[in-house]
């Protein structure tokens, strides 16, 4: 099996014959509700970019997923991106083999390096319209450099991200600035809690804890469950040896996955004029997923910028900090 078919399998593994969202990544919160296969996505995203990806608004969605799924250290959607490029490049590298008579599996994973190394060079300052196309040009130009002197300058550890396809957890570190340093607090348990109460007390001052009380209540019924329990896997918070796991979870949970361009904007202090102007340009500081004619903005995305913390709280923590905010403390 060569790297092309390892690259093809491995994402049929991850979506199957699911549906599959190019908009935000998934089926149930994306507002349009035409999603395909995966099979049927992926065939339309290849003859989209033998088109010319430079026009395809599908390219524009999957650049962008594969740039979101980065900043989470998710490799999926990359791959997604490398499988939609790649079929194009099955006869071409098995021509270049017959004609300079070399190694056709050799010649894949050269393409297949450079592919990635044009991915990570092209994160800032080019349009994801742009991507797809100079992936394209520097792997074929890659594929005939080797095929005519017959060495590769890529080695197969380059692109052992294909060898083991498991997710991290995400892990940003931001910014936090307080009275009290977290961070300088040696009881495990009390910046537990310290964290936790400073989030309640958030939400509280602006009046919005109702429905974060609903979002607890959904916990401890057991009615919500997802990130909360890997969150606190990996994590090792201490009191879940004795308290349920489930009652932790991502402040990033409290809010919707995607908000709208002009709301990004306003957090951002931007003009939203502005903020589709950097996006053309390529030049905005994240990526923006495509929906329709309109753009949708990843609120973890727009935390990581603006380096708000996403940390683990527990939910009597939260609830406590609310009530000591809103003056309800016993």
């Not at 190019?22 to 989209?48: L, M, Q």
């Not at 490029?85 to 010649?107: G, K, N, T």
Request: with cysteine; proline share 4%; hydrophobic share 40%.
């Amino acid at each position: 099996m060569d790297i092309f078919d390892r690259i093809e399998w491995g994402v049929r593994e991850i979506f199957g014959e699911g549906l599959t969202c190019v908009h935000v990544g998934n089926v149930e919160e994306c507002d349009i509700k035409r999603h395909p296969t995966y099979p049927k996505f992926r065939s339309e995203a290849i003859k989209s970019g033998i088109r010319s990806a430079s026009t395809s608004r599908l390219w524009e969605s999957l650049i962008t997923m594969g740039r979101l799924s980065d900043m989470e250290n998710d490799d999926t959607w990359r791959l997604v991106v490398l499988d939609c490029i790649v079929p194009s490049f099955r006869p071409l590298s098995a021509r270049i083999a017959r004609e300079f008579r070399a190694d056709r599996d050799e010649i894949r994973s050269t393409m297949v390096a450079v592919l990635l190394e044009t991915w990570e060079n092209t994160g800032t300052g080019v349009s994801p319209r742009q991507v797809r196309d100079r992936m394209a040009k520097t792997a074929i130009d890659a594929a005939f450099h080797y095929g005519k002197s017959g060495s590769s300058e890529y080695s197969i550890d380059e692109i052992e991200i294909f060898s083991q396809l498991e997710i991290p957890t995400p892990d940003f570190v931001m910014k936090e600035s307080s009275i009290i340093d977290v961070n300088s607090i040696r009881d495990a348990i009390t910046a537990e809690q310290i964290r936790g109460e400073r989030i309640g007390a958030l939400f509280q001052d602006p009046g919005r804890f109702e429905a974060v009380r609903v979002f607890h209540d959904d916990l401890r019924s057991g009615r919500r469950s997802g990130s909360v329990g890997q969150a606190v896997k990996t994590s090792g918070m201490p009191r879940s040896r004795i308290s349920d796991p489930n009652l932790y979870y991502y402040t990033s949970d409290l809010y919707p996955s995607y908000i709208g361009l002009r709301e990004a904007a306003d957090v951002m202090g931007i003009a939203e004029s502005a903020a589709h102007r950097l996006i053309r340009a390529g030049q905005f500081p994240f990526p923006v997923a495509r929906a329709g004619r309109s753009y949708r903005v990843s609120v973890k995305a727009l935390m990581h910028f603006m380096e708000i913390q996403d940390v683990i709280v527990h939910v009597d923590d939260v609830e406590n900090g609310a009530l000591h905010a809103g003056g309800k403390a016993q």
